[in-house]
């Protein structure tokens, strides 16, 4: 779709993302942040930017972002998908799609969500925030669904350019 890949420029599933990115003619960006262990730029970003704080981290991330992929992780994931949902929930971010990769991985959190939602906790309204998929194309249409409906999107020159050569 001509995005840029903008990531937590971590290594693992960050780093399949700007990889895939990279070697393919996009833009790859890195949001790192500074831990005393784990957390190194991955060598596939074209900009690395590294933070003191999550939370400066995820507003970059938000602020910059048109759609949320959530593949599978732990605590910091989580976070991060907390946020954007309570973020879209309350109408501070507008109609932003957030896709869960793994429906294996997520199912429980799924589960729970309607859990929530029998409870009151959530509107049943808010299980059609997220989008739990293990197929791609799925994801890529859900997402491009949300981006043609709300936004003009004008392909970089250079993707022209390697789109011609094929």
């Given at each position: 779709?001509?995005?840029?890949?903008?990531?937590?420029?971590?290594?693992?599933?960050?780093?399949?993302?700007?990889?895939?990115?990279?070697?393919?003619?996009?833009?790859?960006?890195?949001?790192?942040?500074?831990?005393?262990?784990?957390?190194?730029?991955?060598?596939?970003?074209?900009?690395?930017?590294?933070?003191?704080?999550?939370?400066?981290?995820?507003?970059?991330?938000?602020?910059?972002?048109?759609?949320?992929?959530?593949?599978?992780?732990?605590?910091?994931?989580?976070?991060?998908?907390?946020?954007?949902?309570?973020?879209?929930?309350?109408?501070?971010?507008?109609?932003?799609p957030v896709v869960l990769y793994g429906k294996e991985y997520y199912h429980e959190?799924?589960?729970?969500?309607?859990?929530?939602?029998?409870?009151?906790?959530?509107?049943?309204?808010?299980?059609?925030?997220?989008?739990?998929?293990?197929?791609?194309?799925?994801?890529?249409?859900?997402?491009?669904?949300?981006?043609?409906?709300n936004y003009k999107v004008m392909p970089r020159k250079r993707y022209w350019w390697?789109?011609?050569?094929?």
């Amino acid at each position: 779709m001509g995005f840029t890949t903008l990531t937590g420029g971590g290594p693992g599933i960050m780093e399949a993302a700007n990889r895939g990115a990279f070697e393919n003619g996009g833009q790859s960006i890195g949001c790192n942040i500074q831990l005393p262990f784990e957390q190194k730029p991955n060598p596939y970003v074209h900009k690395s930017v590294t933070f003191e704080h999550f939370f400066v981290r995820k507003v970059l991330l938000t602020k910059y972002s048109y759609a949320f992929i959530i593949l599978p992780g732990g605590f910091g994931t989580m976070d991060e998908l907390f946020e954007i949902l309570t973020l879209v929930q309350t109408k501070m971010v507008h109609n932003f799609p957030v896709v869960l990769y793994g429906k294996e991985y997520y199912h429980e959190l799924f589960e729970y969500f309607e859990h929530m939602a029998d409870k009151g906790a959530i509107n049943r309204e808010d299980l059609s925030l997220v989008l739990v998929t293990n197929d791609v194309e799925e994801a890529m249409q859900h997402i491009g669904t949300y981006i043609q409906t709300n936004y003009k999107v004008m392909p970089r020159k250079r993707y022209w350019w390697l789109m011609e050569k094929r």
